[in-house]
């Protein structure tokens, strides 16, 4: 009876180590989750006034977005546009150094309707889909842009440092699309079944997926 014992003690001990990783790793916004499967959609869910383009990144980057889960998202500020570089960390950096940016990076923050639960969408163009998913592919490495903290005037919580958060990302051809979600308060974000990892991965799928459609 002793290696049976021995075994299943064995098994334990690594199910403990596992969990712990785990538990750790989810509420690391420097070591964000790898990029998921999409599902197939019909179409894209934004609210069009006027037909998505990715030639004016305001149509998908809307004011409001209505997902294909019937929730609405409201953008907080005006659309942020500027150089790759001057937006991503580090780690984004190095990432970009082997694939540039062939236009500079469109960012939003988006708040859930409770506001609550803020994500960061950021919208990158590559020269082509292999390009972007070899950026896409250094999410799981911490690559990620720079976290957007909501602006003054929009009535959400003024954040003294740079929350912890979750960043999800998706391609979309040579688009890759990330987005950052934290909690308004600047609180730990949770783990990968909460509430901050499935917003932001909602807002995320539906701009993937308006992209896939747009002009």
């Known amino acids: 009876m002793l290696i049976p014992l021995l075994i299943v003690g064995a ?4 199910v403990v180590v596992g969990a712990g990783v785990f538990f750790v790793v989810s509420r690391d916004d420097d070591d964000p989750d790898p990029p998921i499967a999409v599902p197939t959609s019909t179409g894209p869910s934004s609210n069009a006034s006027q037909p998505a383009t990715t030639s004016d990144m305001s149509t998908i980057l809307k004011p409001t977005i209505a997902t294909a889960q019937g929730n609405t998202f409201t953008r907080a500020g005006v659309i942020r546009n500027g150089s790759c570089i001057s937006r991503a960390d580090a780690d984004l950096l190095g990432a970009l150094r082997s694939n540039a940016c ?4 469109d960012s939003a923050l988006y708040t859930n309707t409770s506001r609550t639960v803020v994500t960061v969408i ?12 070899a950026v896409s592919d250094e999410t799981s490495e ?5 976290l957007l903290l909501p602006p003054s005037g929009s009535g959400l919580p003024a954040l003294t440092r740079t929350p912890p958060s979750w960043t999800r990302s998706w391609t979309r051809s040579e688009y890759v699309i ?3 979600g ?3 308060s600047g609180s730990d974000p949770g783990s990968r079944t909460g509430t901050v990892f499935n917003t932001a991965g909602e807002l995320g799928v539906d701009v993937a997926n308006t992209l896939t459609w747009a002009n």
Request: proline content about 3%; hydrophobic content about 55%; aromatic content about 12%.
């Open 11 to 14: 098994m334990l001990a690594i």
């Open 102 to 105: 062939v236009q500079n990076m």
């Open 122 to 133: 950021s919208i990158l163009k590559f020269t082509d889909a292999t390009a972007a998913a």
């Open 142 to 146: 911490g690559a990620n842009p720079t």
């Open 178 to 180: 990330y987005a950052q």
């Open 182 to 184: 934290y909690w308004a």
